[in-house]
């Protein structure tokens, strides 16, 4: 795979499933956020706690059932539990959506905590594929301040290591730590806009941040 | 196990988990309906018409994160993939929360539809281990009509083939079907009261429904 997309749970779930469509025929492997299935148990956990390893799993478990949902609605789509049948589906023409719970439970290589969420469990996928990494969210990239605000701007790029404190992102909060950790640079893409991740998929450039890494940095 | 107790998503979280708190030490094993998590896939159906399979197979992962999370604050608890391990866990004098998906990825005996929900599940699985069945809401029972109604009647036992044409009562719509199907008299009691619960498992009487089948009716 030479890719790893992120479909972000901040996109509405049609959003996400267009989106999808058009990555079908391209090197790609998906990976689905939790969106309002994780949402909720966070909701949950601050009324309730529970234990740091029940949210982590059954965060994952949100992913899953995302994963399966956009699957289920993308013709040449197919959910995955393996980085094994993942090749086989691409090597088929087709898009895999990785549906992560099965292989994060063998490997457990991640902190159980809500500092790692989808995004780092999609650059640690990255990182064992070797593949690039593209997160898709609901927002055109990364801002100067938070892109609600009047006269926000967009970044057309940034270093991991300024990201690390940054405060609110469109990204999560572990994830230039993790970028840092495994040597990875990252596309930040707006999911609303499926050209412009085909584009940055294709080589060329398009409306999104680039979150650099310099290689000869270490954590 | 001599009974399987069926905690309904129509609880709230924290009621469930007071409720599990008390069956801790008898001989049960529990499973949890996907309460808010299952409404949230019958929801996104109703606006994407997901497949019945994709329906139904994210529905049961609502199960296993509720069970996860309700295993998770219970001590003496332990969630299970499978009956073998939940025979173990009793074993133990601990109370086992059955994670339903991967049973029923392997035995996949139940129609795939919105009709086939928690309550069908928790039947098939009471008919495997040959054990009882108390499925656990959060009003007294079974209703001559809507409880929400005044004057509605809680109904001390009704006959399944009666309940077959019933229209909405405080089970799924394909239970009565089932029990007949499987031959399996049930009862039916409120969540928020443990002590009834515990009162029938131990063979004494208390507020609910007993569904009663008829053993020599044929579907």
Same mark, same amino acid.
């Given at each position: 795979? @030479? =890719?790893?997309?992120? *479909?972000?749970?901040?996109?509405?779930?049609?959003? &996400?499933?267009?989106?999808?469509?058009?990555?079908? #025929?391209?090197?790609?492997?998906?990976?689905?956020?939790? #969106?309002?299935? &994780?949402?909720?148990?966070?909701?949950?956990? !601050?009324?309730?706690?529970?234990?740091?390893? &029940? !949210?982590? %799993?059954? !965060?994952?478990?949100?992913?899953?059932?995302?994963?399966? /949902?956009?699957?289920? +609605?993308?013709?040449?789509? $197919?959910?995955?539990?393996?980085?094994?049948? !993942? +090749?086989? *589906?691409?090597?088929?023409?087709?898009?895999?959506?990785?549906?992560?719970?099965?292989?994060?439970?063998? /490997?457990?290589?991640? @902190?159980?905590? =809500?500092?790692?969420?989808?995004?780092?469990?999609?650059?640690?996928?990255? =990182?064992?594929? +070797?593949? %690039?990494?593209?997160?898709?969210?609901?927002?055109?990239?990364?801002?100067? *301040?938070?892109?609600?605000?009047?006269? &926000?701007?967009?970044?057309?790029?940034?270093?991991?290591?300024?990201?690390?404190?940054?405060? $609110?992102?469109? *990204?999560?909060?572990?994830?230039? @730590?993790?970028?840092?950790?495994?040597?990875?640079?990252?596309?930040?893409?707006?999911?609303?806009?499926?050209?412009?991740?085909?584009?940055?998929?294709?080589?060329?450039?398009?409306?999104?941040?680039?979150? $650099?890494?310099?290689?000869?940095?270490? /954590?």
């Amino acid at each position: 795979m @030479e =890719w790893v997309v992120k *479909v972000g749970g901040s996109l509405f779930l049609e959003d &996400a499933i267009e989106f999808c469509r058009a990555l079908v #025929g391209k090197n790609v492997i998906v990976i689905c956020g939790g #969106g309002d299935f &994780a949402n909720k148990i966070r909701e949950y956990d !601050a009324d309730t706690g529970f234990s740091d390893t &029940a !949210a982590h %799993k059954t !965060a994952i478990l949100c992913m899953d059932i995302i994963g399966m /949902l956009v699957a289920d +609605k993308v013709d040449g789509a $197919e959910a995955v539990y393996s980085l094994e049948d !993942a +090749k086989k *589906v691409i090597g088929n023409g087709k898009l895999p959506v990785l549906l992560p719970s099965k292989l994060f439970e063998y /490997l457990d290589p991640l @902190e159980h905590s =809500w500092n790692v969420t989808s995004d780092s469990i999609s650059v640690y996928i990255s =990182w064992l594929l +070797k593949s %690039k990494i593209l997160i898709v969210t609901n927002v055109d990239g990364i801002y100067d *301040v938070n892109p609600s605000l009047d006269g &926000a701007k967009l970044l057309k790029s940034i270093n991991a290591k300024k990201l690390l404190n940054f405060g $609110e992102s469109s *990204v999560d909060e572990n994830l230039p @730590e993790l970028l840092l950790k495994y040597k990875l640079d990252c596309y930040v893409v707006n999911g609303k806009f499926p050209k412009r991740a085909i584009s940055i998929i294709e080589g060329k450039s398009s409306i999104s941040t680039f979150i $650099e890494v310099e290689k000869n940095f270490n /954590l």
